[in-house]
């Protein structure tokens, strides 16, 4: 009886950094819709609260971030579930 390992899940998002280093753009590059989307920030800084119930392939949403040391000292860490209901992380340095 063999077992077959699981399909590599290829993370859904591209960050669009043209408008950095303070708003990103989380886009959903992906072919499933994402829901329950959160984005958090460790270290210094301050994130303005982000969520969505749902993120459409090819939808996108703002990332603003305020603080003097966001270059080197901060991670954000996105959070969602995929349509199996399966939750994922993702983080991502500025």
Excluded: K
Excluded at 31 to 48: A, F, M, N, W
Excluded at 85 to 90: A, G, Q, T
């Amino acid at each position: 009886m063999s077992v077959t390992a699981p399909t590599a899940y290829r993370v859904p998002f591209r960050l669009d950094r043209s408008r950095g280093p303070r708003v990103l753009r989380l886009v959903n590059d992906g072919p499933e819709t994402v829901s329950g989307l959160r984005v958090t920030l460790l270290g210094s800084g301050l994130l303005v609260p982000v969520s969505t119930a749902a993120l459409q392939p090819g939808e996108s949403m703002s990332v603003s971030v305020i603080g003097p040391e966001l270059v080197t000292s901060s991670i954000a860490v996105v959070r969602w579930f995929r349509p199996t209901r399966e939750e994922y992380l993702w983080r991502f340095s500025f």
